[in-house]
């Protein structure tokens, strides 16, 4: 349970826009659901590849901050003990939050899950319309860097621009009228955007810096999506394009 649910935090509230998810879980799958609810700009989509023990119903884990703080607790470093209350609402037995105790028994903490009604109400659900994803790779540790030297070196920008230029992805910062940048992102791709569609450079390089294995897609139509394979699950991060 540890691992699902230190998974879960890293690459939600570990972007540091992300504070509350809501969970879809049944039998045989469970799903995560989220969105930064001040700017959304960032859409959260995931799956577990097995389902999650006792994450059956739909329910919210709000206050992501306390759970992680409870989950890096030294006591629980080890051994520790995570089971899901429940309780019967409606007729139904539901999850109710997580109960925490270490080797030991002496030490213990309780996480409130937010109730069906309440998360519905909180995280509406944000719709995308299939796309056609026109650009799609792997970016390498190496690419990734490229991208944080260009933020670095124009850090009064808020977006970046992408767009292909003789089968290379370029990534451009700034307007030359003024300071700027660019760079080759990924070098060969297959497809063209032709479209100069902007995108927030803090969300991308937050989620390129989580752990898992990364394809990058972007679509002409203004979106683009991160998919972070972590083993435990599939994150996929939806970003609409940002206006200039």
Do not use: C
């Given at each position: 349970?540890?691992?699902?649910?230190?998974?879960?935090?890293?690459?939600?509230?570990?972007?540091?826009?992300?504070?509350?998810?809501?969970?879809?879980?049944?039998?045989?799958?469970?799903?995560?659901?989220?969105?930064?609810?001040?700017?959304?700009?960032?859409?959260?989509?995931?799956?577990?590849?097995?389902?999650?023990?006792?994450?059956?119903?739909?329910?919210?884990?709000?206050?992501?901050?306390?759970?992680?703080?409870?989950?890096?607790?030294?006591?629980?470093?080890?051994?520790?003990?995570?089971?899901?209350?429940?309780?019967?609402?409606?007729?139904?037995?539901?999850?109710?939050?997580?109960?925490?105790?270490?080797?030991?028994?002496?030490?213990?903490?309780?996480?409130?899950?937010?109730?069906?009604?309440?998360?519905?109400?909180?995280?509406?659900?944000?719709?995308?319309?299939?796309?056609?994803?026109?650009?799609?790779?792997?970016?390498?540790?190496?690419?990734?860097?490229?991208?944080?030297?260009?933020?670095?070196?124009?850090?009064?920008?808020?977006?970046?621009?992408?767009?292909?230029?003789?089968?290379?992805?370029?990534?451009?910062?700034?307007?030359?009228?003024?300071?700027?940048?660019?760079?080759?992102?990924?070098?060969?791709?297959?497809?063209?955007?032709?479209?100069?569609?902007?995108?927030?450079?803090?969300?991308?390089?937050?989620?390129?810096?989580?752990?898992?294995?990364?394809?990058?897609?972007?679509?002409?139509e203004g979106a683009a999506q991160i998919t972070v394979n972590t083993g435990l699950a599939t994150y996929n991060y939806i970003l609409p394009a940002q206006s200039k």
């Open positions: 349970m540890i691992d699902f649910l230190k998974d879960i935090v890293q690459h939600t509230h570990g972007l540091g826009v992300i504070n509350m998810l809501k969970v879809t879980g049944t039998k045989t799958g469970t799903a995560i659901n989220a969105f930064d609810q001040a700017t959304k700009t960032v859409i959260l989509n995931a799956d577990f590849k097995q389902p999650v023990a006792g994450f059956e119903g739909v329910f919210g884990m709000p206050n992501l901050d306390r759970l992680n703080t409870i989950l890096n607790l030294p006591p629980y470093k080890e051994d520790a003990q995570i089971s899901v209350v429940t309780a019967s609402r409606n007729n139904e037995v539901v999850p109710t939050g997580l109960h925490f105790e270490n080797a030991a028994g002496d030490f213990k903490n309780d996480y409130r899950f937010m109730s069906q009604e309440i998360v519905i109400d909180k995280l509406k659900t944000v719709k995308m319309r299939p796309v056609t994803w026109n650009v799609e790779f792997e970016p390498s540790v190496a690419n990734i860097q490229r991208l944080k030297f260009q933020a670095s070196a124009n850090a009064e920008e808020v977006n970046f621009t992408a767009k292909t230029n003789n089968g290379n992805l370029e990534l451009s910062f700034g307007d030359h009228s003024s300071h700027a940048g660019n760079f080759t992102f990924q070098a060969g791709v297959s497809g063209t955007l032709s479209k100069a569609w902007q995108w927030p450079v803090k969300a991308v390089i937050s989620i390129l810096d989580l752990p898992g294995d990364k394809k990058f897609s972007i679509s002409d």
